[in-house]
């Protein structure tokens, strides 16, 4: 069984669980006020465990297994410890994506957010670096080249995330994906050169 399968499962597990334990959720659950005032920083991490409902967990361990059973392939293909590699971006991520919200809400003791989305999305932009023509299915459905989705998503996660009253957390989706395609361009520098080179010789 492969990390991937395995994150899903966890993931899947414990948002289940927390869902029949609304004491655990609301522990896990992302609430920067109590992070800050109550020194409760497990929740920038148990926070991308656990998803609000059904549909919100099936679109993003759909979307993780899709783009990330290929990406974990690559990443023990390459490297001696791959493995802990590909586990080091998605945990990192979980985190990283959460800082924004936990500077900008601080203040705010009815703020929350949770779901494994700042790490699928690192997983998703690790992977357009190095499938940067391969179509991405919008709603499973409408294809498009993954390195035009990768900038039409960055640009709109971005101006989402500065508009006040959002439901959905788009600073975790945009700096989830920087944190991805930071990430790998870091421990594989010439992930750049070919990403370039791929869409140079990309015909529509």
Known sequence: MNITVILVIITCVLSFYAWNKPEIFH??????????????????????FIHADYMHLAFNM??????????????????????????????????????PSFSKHQRDRNYN???????????IFAGILFFPTQNIYIFFALPIPAFIFGVLYLVYSYYQGRRSGQIIN??????????????????YPHVISHFFNEILHWRF
């Open 27 to 48: 522990k896990w659950v992302l609430n920067p006020y109590r992070v800050k005032n109550n020194n409760e920083y497990w929740r920038l991490l148990t926070s991308g």
């Open 62 to 99: 759909i979307s993780l297994y899709y783009m990330g059973e290929a990406l974990e392939h690559i990443f023990v293909g390459m490297f001696e410890m791959g493995a802990l590699y590909y586990i080091v971006l998605y945990i990192g991520a979980i985190v990283f994506s959460d800082l």
């Open 113 to 123: 957010s949770l779901g494994a989305s700042g790490a699928v999305s690192a997983v």
């Open 170 to 187: 788009h600073d975790a989706h945009f700096y989830g994906a920087v944190f991805g395609l930071v990430y790998t361009m870091v421990i």
